[in-house]
């Protein structure tokens, strides 16, 4: 049943004469009924009662963690949303704010402080998370009682006091280190395509010679292709960068043009890259490749559940894409590298073939600086130099 949007009415008491108006079951007595002062009272009470999402703000009620927890995911749930899906932000958010759970989950909000947080951190440690993953998550922490302070659900002095927990920083703490994203070798890509699923393969394929984002590899469409020249402008619908306002052109030579060809024969609108196609080829292998007769055991599709929790969607989403090269790696009996390092591995070798400022074009990074940190130096520069030299 949906929920009513009417506003609790302004009513008259009759047995005292003041005005009074209900809010989620509770009765405000607002003054004497017909004056202005009750009227304005009212309004006060209904201005904020809505602007907290048709809830009782926190000085009429201590709000829990679990509380807090609850509207601050749905916050996100709406905020961190690209292209009408949610964004690895979310994900994030629900892993940081379980680790409230064991301890705090049915206290106040207010009792998580400076020592509490701190706890909360050395847990983090002892799981093995590395310490820039931990710093991320607490100052994810922060973030929602930040924003828990601006919503009047918890004093501004619990934010405040969070705010003084410094990062853990290196060599200072026992959290492990993370090593650098390094670019990942052609040989070691070479060996996982054949046990990568066709479409998934094609995207890795992709990503390689151009060195796009895996968000943006995942996002192509026809529509946003330029196909008048020789080179093809693929102009993402979104881009991690879009909200400073910058523009994204990734330039397709011909090879990745070999590639996406197999893929235009669909709606312009349309993903060239879908779960739904390369489940499909998945299921029709695995029939074609049956022993049992036809006239045997389940026919395709007969032994399916109704409805399943998880159907293979229209766009794949940096998770899913980053999981079917996991799971391509463990088939091949190889290291799991990510799809980021593809990237790295474009950067790398646009920078030595044609110099820092190719890469930066192609990359899309407004600053040469950013630049470096994917594309690897070339060594062997720097070995001729001090050979020539002695």
Not at 51 to 60: E, I, Y
Not at 64 to 82: I, Q
Not at 176 to 200: F, G, H, K, M, Q
Not at 340 to 347: C, S, V
Request: with cysteine; aromatic share 8%; proline share 5%.
């Amino acid at each position: 049943m949906p929920r009513s949007t009417a506003v609790p009415k302004y009513r008259k008491h009759r047995a005292s004469g003041q005005a009074v108006v209900t809010l989620n079951g509770r009765d405000f007595y607002l003054g004497r009924h017909g004056t202005k002062a009750s009227q304005a009272e009212y309004d006060r009470l209904i201005g904020e009662w809505t602007a907290n999402g048709r809830n009782l703000p926190s000085a009429d009620a201590r709000i829990t963690v679990v509380e807090l927890s609850v509207r601050y995911l749905k916050f996100a749930a709406g905020y961190y949303r690209k292209d009408g899906r949610s964004t690895d932000v979310l994900h994030k958010i629900k892993s940081a704010v379980r680790y409230l759970k064991p301890g705090y989950w049915r206290r106040p909000a207010t009792d998580v402080g400076p020592l509490a947080l701190k706890a909360i951190r050395q847990k983090m440690v002892e799981d093995g998370l590395s310490r820039s993953y931990i710093n991320e998550h607490v100052a994810r922490l922060k973030r929602m009682y930040k924003w828990a302070a601006a919503e009047e659900l918890v004093p501004e002095s619990a934010y405040r006091s969070l705010a003084l927990v410094d990062g853990l920083k290196c060599g200072r703490t026992e959290a492990r280190e993370t090593s650098p994203v390094l670019p990942v070798d052609d040989t070691i890509v070479d060996a996982t395509l054949p046990c990568l699923p066709e479409v998934v393969a094609d995207m890795v394929r992709l990503q390689r010679r151009t060195g796009m984002r895996p968000a943006e590899v995942c996002l192509v469409r026809p529509c946003d292709l330029d196909r008048t020249s020789d080179v093809w402008v693929f102009t993402p619908e979104s881009h991690k960068t879009q909200h400073h306002g910058r523009d994204r052109q990734i330039f397709i030579g011909a090879q990745g043009q070999a590639i996406l060809l197999r893929y235009m024969a669909r709606a312009a609108d349309a993903y060239c890259f879908r779960p739904c196609d390369s489940e499909e080829k998945r299921l029709a292998q695995r029939n074609a490749a049956r022993k049992t007769p036809l006239s045997c055991g389940n026919t395709r599709g007969s032994n399916r559940v109704k409805r399943p929790k998880k159907t293979a969607g229209d766009c794949y989403t940096t998770r899913s894409y980053r999981q079917a090269i996991y799971r391509g790696c463990d088939r091949a009996g190889i290291d799991r590298w990510a799809p980021n390092r593809l990237r790295h591995t474009a950067a790398t070798e646009i920078r030595r073939e044609f110099g820092l400022e190719a890469a930066q074009v192609i990359l899309g990074h407004s600053q040469a600086a950013i630049t470096q940190v994917y594309a690897e130096r070339d060594a062997a520069k720097g070995i001729e130099v001090a050979r020539q030299i002695g």
